[in-house]
């Protein structure tokens, strides 16, 4: 297995496919579960801000790991990718959704946008490595601080991060929006690099 800074083209939908699967729960209801949720996320992911295990013949995505600076996130996009997938009706109302997922960025942090191990993959540490390699990747970006938000519904994520050194500082309530998302409270972590 390789850890690795980006992913090369022929992993692009893997990557997309990876992403929603781990994340459906929380944006299905949304980008929708019919194939467009992933059409959207193969069309914006960025290969620069995601750090990715790779099987050692670079054929199969194992796990990945996003971050989010001011130059761009791995899962980010414009008003006008929705457009190109749901039309400009379905743009609108999703976009102003998906705002409320939106996070204020610092310079001085690295924000992670989403961790995820495939199928079949799990518990072999793969996501213990990806986050090393997003500490060493805050480390020579040279920021401070690590961020990240974990759901209310992923015990075992929060456990990780907690092992790792990761404090809870904060929580945030959806209200009535935790019917839309699939979740009602999510806690901010942060870890110093």
């Not at 083209?9 to 990557?15: A, D, H, I, Q, Y």
């Not at 914006?44 to 990715?52: E, G, Q």
């Not at 130059?71 to 109302?93: C, N, P, Q, R, T």
């Not at 209200?175 to 972590?189: C, D, E």
Request: glycine letters at 14%; charged letters at 25%.
């Amino acid at each position: 297995m390789k850890i690795q800074k980006g992913f090369p083209p022929s992993l692009r939908r893997s990557t997309a496919e990876l992403y929603f699967a781990a994340f459906e729960g929380k944006i299905g209801g949304i980008l929708g579960r019919t194939g467009k949720g992933t059409a959207f996320v193969e069309l914006v992911v960025d290969p620069t801000h995601a750090i990715c295990a790779i099987d050692d013949n670079g054929t199969k995505l194992l796990g990945l790991a996003g971050f989010k600076t001011a130059s761009g996130a791995m899962v980010g996009g414009e008003l006008s990718d929705l457009a190109k997938i749901y039309g400009w009706f379905g743009a609108l109302w999703r976009g102003l959704i998906l705002s409320v997922l939106e996070r204020d960025l610092e310079d001085h942090v690295l924000l992670m946008d989403g961790i995820a191990v495939a199928d079949g993959e799990r518990g072999k540490g793969i996501g213990t490595k990806l986050l090393y390699a997003i500490f060493a990747e805050a480390e020579k970006l040279g920021k401070t601080e690590i961020r990240l938000d974990v759901i209310d519904t992923n015990p075992k994520a929060r456990a990780l991060y907690e092992r790792l050194g990761f404090v809870a500082t904060g929580k945030e309530a959806l209200g009535p929006l935790k019917y839309v998302f699939g979740f009602s409270m999510a806690t901010k972590m942060v870890k110093t690099v």
